[in-house]
């Protein structure tokens, strides 16, 4: 087959890969997109997008009207292991939280991509690649054969075989934690039209979740910390147990009915730890384990990568790919690593039942500021971080508006 040329490839067509390749639509570079499934279909993930997400996409011009299953979330439920429940209300200054199946917004992505002139090859597995060239990577690509490029970007997911064809770490890792998910139809319980979340005392630092969707419809799922020696096969009847529980049922509606098969998926989390660059490889995405530690939440953390890198290539113009691994793994420090820091923290007061029962009463009693300002804090990583990350604070942090204020 004949040699395919282009200034970037990006391996992977998710969030962080798409997000790449619609920031660089603006720049003179030539991108092509491959992946190995077609689209759409469908990824394991909770489905809800936070602020960060939300801000993220909104740049991208993805607009949400295209996304089928999109869901607007205008308040958060909590419920600690004693059963105290406290609703958390979203500001109203533009969107702060939705929930959209991962098979629709990829698949709406993907189409933003296409129209900004990216050349996406759906079907067409990342194969081997070449980086021994000073100004050139070559990678080998199913049913493409060779494609010839200045800068790679590893959008290929937590188990990234690019990361892995260049030793460049990730041996036999399975992520920090584990999640379980499922969709359920026919939701008559409250959990048809709100976001709640769980704090079972057996599940901490982890979490359950119902995500509301369309047509009383709903994503619900949990996730557990790998390290707490629970065997993976024991997850399947941890979650037949969870659906039996009275509340849970009672969220639900007692008719609610699952479909398909439940779906596990590994959730990477140590973005501090691993090697962002190889040479001209970008990681991004849950390939550089960007993914929040605390509430496992990795859309706006891939959305943010994506575009981070490709900002990194074009300033980097025609220099060497030291300056643009640089300006990338600076960008991505200064993004991420605080909020990184602060969620380890809060996760291991969270890890106790006493420590996750008592947030939720200082929340309860904290009145209406204090309940909407909380909800800010979940949902975005700028108020989480700024604690212990001054050189962030600017006029103005804690008033800053949601996403798609005027749709």
Known sequence: MSVHVCDVLIVGAGPAGTAAAIALSDSDRSVMIIDKATFPRDKCCGDG????????????????????GW??????WLRSSTGREVELPLPTTGLYAAVAPRRSLDNELVQVAHRCGASVHEGSGFTSIDASSNDHVDVEVDGLGTV???????????????RKALGAGNEGYRGEWLAFRQYANNVTGPASQRLIVWFEEDLLPGYAWSFPLPDNRANIGFGVLRDDGRRVQEMAELWRDLLGRPHVVEALGTNFELEGRHSAWPIPARIDELSLTSGRVLFVGDAAAATDVMTGEGIGQALLTGRLAAAAIVAGGGLQPGVVSGHYEHAVEHHLFADHRMSKRLGAVLKHPVGARGAIRIVAASG???????????????????????????????????AYLDR
């Open 148 to 162: 010839r490029c200045r800068y790679v970007i590893a959008a290929d997911g937590a188990w990234s075989p690019v």
């Open 71 to 76: 869901f607007d979330v205008d308040a958060a």
């Open 49 to 68: 997008l936070t602020t960060l997400a939300l801000r993220e996409l909104e740049m991208l011009g993805l607009e949400p009207e295209r996304v089928d």
């Open 368 to 402: 209406g500021w204090g309940r909407r300002n909380f909800a800010r804090w979940m949902f975005e990583d700028e108020p989480r971080a700024i604690a212990i990350s001054p050189r962030r604070w600017h006029r103005g942090f804690l008033a800053r508006p949601g």
